[in-house]
């Protein structure tokens, strides 16, 4: 009995000190930090204030946060009306055909995004391919502003994260029992009546956990707005790592963590809702 | 006629796609052989850039690095991990939901948060930043996920087992080493893979806690795309490429196999 | 099994990354210093040099201040920073007799810098920034001051160097103020005038500027001489101007902080990079105009003659080197972050 005790108490032990040490307490540290006053000496120092979250969301930052807030749900909006036909087709095609349509769909996904990222900026560069193909084809004789821009940001975020929409979307709409939709359509459902009534509904859960994979990394991942973004597209990650990183001031920086955090949050409410209720095992 | 209609619309539509996931790699694949060092405009083939990477040491340590974080931290992670599925699948304690949180936590918060955390975190232990708070961060990082997989698994198990191992006098840790981990085999390895590819693939977390002393890829590749260092680039993402193609086919084959 | 598996890993542990072979670690501007040096000096020494980048002097600044545990050996402040350096003892005094290499290090510029006894710093390279135009898309002769690159047909054109004080002076320069002018009324007007200035700005780049201008993603913007010196041999339109008004310039150093966990190492390498052999091959390689007298003799004519790396008379007299900006710096920080943000 006591050597169990022990083992029980030395597991016990070790996950919590791991999960105080390197979860909880960093949490903590950025509630306690985004709420200290900037100090030049030692960066961060008392008294406490709430001065760094009213700067945050007054002092011009709301602006940054509603633009990135809309091209991450423009680029999240790209990827479901490109994602859903494509995983409902994945669905579709012939057992020999699937998995090599998955594994094709994977496998970009296996090469670091930081690459994938470069690579877009290959594509629209002034002397990039889309340019040297479209002078090539006479379509245009001066090289199209490609680069640098929103619409650089956009492609670069929906060629990263197109197949986190597919997945989550192919395996919801896989367990979708075609004979349904051919009942459906037996029963002289339209094409859009069979969609709306039948397939929609069902795909609910597959389209929340998609809009979240996607949704939240477009925010965050500040090194797309950075290679094609020319700097001034700032979503909440760069702005966030300027903070840390260039300008110093952490509690701001902290405090825009904060938020992020709470929007996370809020998004993961519907999800939550869309799930059934895991069934707790009881020890 | 309606039906071949929709079967051309269906496969053009899946060619676009694929054709807007693979174009822009291969020219990646493509210009990495091409001679000329800022111009898009072919010059003629070359493996020049792929011998300046095999002189370039900073790469080849940087890649070593990368790889002996990604196997220790993965190691730590399932070890770990194992131990903390058990404790919540098997044992009551007090916190035992605060430890539950704390998971689902990990698994959503934003890397972006994650990294300024553990950079604060840094700030105040006697952590130097190098390898050790790497090894910590991404430890941190892939355990969520080593948990999740070991604790349905667990769930898979038969509870009978567990007790008649008691009964026979068993101690919690030979049931742990004797029964459970061997039974975790399976889950152990795709764990072990999973965060494996994690580690090696982290550009947002290691960017806050990584230090001069332990360079790591990810962190490489990013420095050299942000000074515009591009062929060699090209190079390495055609390596990594072929790298990841390998292994797919080989796992795919592997699994047809059994 | 565990026990094996343990053991293993301290044994990978202590081999590799824990073996305590000698190494420096450089924290040094992007593309700023060849690799082929660093491995000559690795060759010579045995030391094995880390090199991680940087793209502003106010990142370099607030790694040391925020990360002090993050050990760098050899870093390359401008030398408006090394005042501000050292005053919080970020950085430690030179000893001299370690670096005997300093008599080569004898530009008549060297008085203008904050540090002209290089106690604490030792000139590197020294550039100032101009006007750079793709000959191609915009003729040259038409842009000849800085008040140029407000003209609305420049819209959405501009690559700005992301460097706020060399952004700020700009203004400043426009607007007839002193460069390094601290006066918080002044900062505000330079802020609105450069708020003006916005519409035209395509992006904000210090590191990838060279890549920018080559690829002609950039036809007209601000830039390093030096930088754009490289940028001609690759792109032979690119063509690099001294503004009329008055121009900053700059001297970056090398330093050694004062945490460095390697000083001798640290120590061996600056004095290296002042060998003149040395100081020649990285000026021919990074194209800036190095400091080093000994060094210039073993330069090629071209780079010796070209004008844009030895700026004439004319306008080394309207030259004003940059300096600390000292309290000053938060209002700056405050007014680049809103124009950075476009409010």
Not at chain 1, 226 to 244: C, D, P, S, V, Y
Not at chain 3, 46 to 67: A, F, M, Q, R, W
Not at chain 3, 107 to 114: C, G, R
Request: charged content about 15%; hydrophobic content about 50%.
């Amino acid at each position: 009995m006591r050597a169990s005790q022990r083992f029980k108490f030395i597991s016990l032990s070790i996950t919590w000190a791991w999960f105080g040490i390197f979860v909880l307490a960093p949490i903590v540290l950025i509630g306690i930090t985004s709420i200290l006053t900037q100090n030049e000496i030692s960066i961060v120092s008392t008294p406490l204030t709430i001065q760094s979250f009213y700067d945050t969301l007054t002092g011009g930052y709301a602006p940054i946060f509603l633009y990135s807030l809309l091209i991450a749900a423009t680029t999240t909006l790209l990827c479901l009306l490109i994602g859903y036909p494509f995983a409902f087709i994945i669905t579709r095609a012939s057992n020999r055909f699937r998995p090599l349509m998955l594994m094709l769909l994977m496998i970009p996904f296996w090469v670091s995004s930081l690459i994938r990222a470069y690579a877009m900026v290959i594509m629209l560069k002034a002397q990039g391919l889309i340019n040297i193909a479209l002078i090539y084809l006479g379509i245009i004789y001066k090289p199209l502003h490609l680069l640098y821009t929103d619409f650089a940001v956009m492609s670069g975020l929906l060629y990263n994260l197109l197949p986190f929409m597919v997945l989550p979307l192919y395996a919801n709409l896989a367990k979708l029992d075609h004979t349904l939709i051919e009942a459906a359509q037996d029963l002289g459902a339209t094409r859009w009546q069979t969609f709306k009534g039948v397939i929609l509904p069902h795909s609910i859960p597959g389209i929340i956990s998609g809009v979240i994979l996607v949704f939240l990394p477009a925010m965050t991942l500040f090194y797309i707005p950075e290679f094609l973004g020319g700097a001034k597209t700032l979503l909440i990650g760069n702005l966030i790592q300027h903070e840390f990183l260039v300008i110093g001031n952490w509690p701001k920086g902290a405090a825009a963590s904060v938020i992020l955090m709470l929007i996370t949050l809020l998004l993961l409410i519907p999800y939550w809702k869309s799930q059934p209720k895991p069934t707790r095992a009881k020890s | 006629m309606i039906k071949i209609n929709e079967k051309i619309i269906t496969n053009c539509f899946s060619f676009l796609i694929y054709a807007f996931l693979y174009i822009p790699i291969l020219v990646v694949v493509v210009y990495s052989f091409n001679k000329s060092q800022f111009s898009m405009i072919w010059e003629g083939f070359s493996l020049k850039w792929y011998r300046e990477l095999i002189n370039d040491h900073e790469i080849l340590t940087a890649t070593w690095h990368s790889l002996l974080l990604g196997f220790l931290a993965s190691t730590s992670a399932v070890l770990l991990g194992s131990l903390a599925a058990v404790c919540i699948k098997r044992y009551k304690f007090q916190g035992r939901k605060l430890l539950h949180g704390l998971v689902f936590t990990l698994v959503v918060i934003p890397d972006l948060v994650m990294g300024i955390a553990l950079l604060i975190l840094f700030h105040f232990l006697p952590v130097p930043l190098g390898f050790w708070s790497l090894f910590f961060a991404h430890t941190t990082f892939c355990l969520p996920f080593v948990i999740v997989t070991l604790h349905a698994r667990l769930g898979q198990l038969d509870k009978h087992l567990f007790e008649s191992a008691k009964d026979l006098g068993a101690s919690e840790f030979v049931l742990f080493r004797q029964i459970i981990l061997p039974l975790l085999g399976p889950a152990l390895i795709s764990s072990w893979l999973l965060s494996f590819t994690l580690s090696i693939d982290d550009v947002i977390i290691s960017y806050f806690v990584a230090g001069p002393s332990f360079e790591i890829l990810p962190l490489k590749i990013y420095a050299m795309v942000r000074t515009g260092v591009t062929p060699e680039v090209n190079a390495i993402s055609t390596i990594i490429l072929g790298f990841t193609l390998l292994f797919v086919v080989g796992a795919t084959l592997i699994r047809r196999k059994k | 099994m565990i026990k094996r598996l343990f053991s293993l890993l301290l044994i990978v542990l202590s081999t590799n990354a824990f073996a305590q072979k000698s190494q420096i670690n450089i924290y040094c501007w992007g593309n700023y210093i060849p690799k082929e040096i660093l491995r000559k000096f690795e060759a010579e020494t045995g030391i094995h040099v880390n090199l991680s980048e940087y793209d502003s002097n106010s990142v370099l600044y607030i790694k040391l201040k925020t990360v002090p545990k993050s050990y760098y050996d050899v870093i390359f402040p401008s030398s408006s920073y090394v005042t501000r350096m050292k005053n919080e003892h970020l950085i430690r005094k030179l000893d001299h007799s370690k670096l005997p290499n300093i008599k080569n290090i004898n530009n008549a510029l060297l008085q203008h810098s904050v540090d002209p006894m290089m106690d604490y710093s030792i000139p590197y390279f020294w550039g100032t920034t101009g006007i750079i135009v793709n000959d191609k898309y915009h003729n040259p002769k038409n842009i000849t001051s800085w008040q140029a690159l407000w003209l609305p047909k420049y819209k959405n054109q501009l690559l700005i160097l992301d460097d706020m004080q060399e952004v700020f002076s700009m203004a400043f320069s426009v607007l007839g103020y002193p460069l390094n002018d601290t006066d918080p009324d002044h900062i505000k007007q330079a802020y609105e005038l450069l708020r003006k200035l916005l519409p035209n700005i395509k992006l904000f780049r210090t590191d990838a500027a060279q890549e920018a201008f080559i690829g002609e993603d950039a036809t007209i913007g601000m830039g390093w001489n030096g930088d754009m010196f490289r940028s001609m041999r690759h792109n032979p339109h690119i063509k690099f101007i001294f503004p009329k008004n008055p121009l900053t310039f700059w001297i970056d150093c090398t330093a050694i902080p004062i945490n460095s966990p390697n000083p001798e190492g640290a120590y061996k390498f600056v004095n290296f990079l002042m060998r003149p052999d040395i100081a020649a091959e990285i000026a021919i390689r990074e194209g800036y105009s190095s400091p080093n007298s000994a060094a210039i003799k073993l330069m090629p004519k071209t780079m010796r003659e070209s004008k844009t790396l030895n700026p004439p008379e004319s306008v080394i007299n309207r030259m004003v080197i940059q300096k600390d900006l000292g309290k000053a710096r938060l209002i700056y920080g405050k007014y680049w972050e809103r124009l950075k943000l476009g409010l």
